[in-house]
């Protein structure tokens, strides 16, 4: 539409480099936070994480 492809490139390999679901809910509880949990949206397709560090 643009006729520039770099930024959706991009936005594609990013989103393929991102870790899934469990494995960020790990990079979150290495980084010191507790009750770590998440809650995936529209299939996994979005999901929100959540935790704790007191």
């Known amino acids: 539409m643009t006729g520039d492809g770099d930024p959706y490139k ?11 679901q469990e494995r960020f809910a790990e ?3 290495e980084a010191g936070f ?7 949206y ?3 397709i979005a999901a929100l994480h959540s935790g704790w560090k007191l």
């Not at 507790?34 to 995936?40: G, Q, S």
């Open 34 to 40: 507790e009750r770590v949990t998440y809650r995936n």
């Open 27 to 29: 990079m979150i509880r």
């Open 10 to 20: 991009y936005l594609v390999e990013s989103i393929r480099k991102f870790p899934n």
């Open 42 to 44: 529209t299939g996994g």
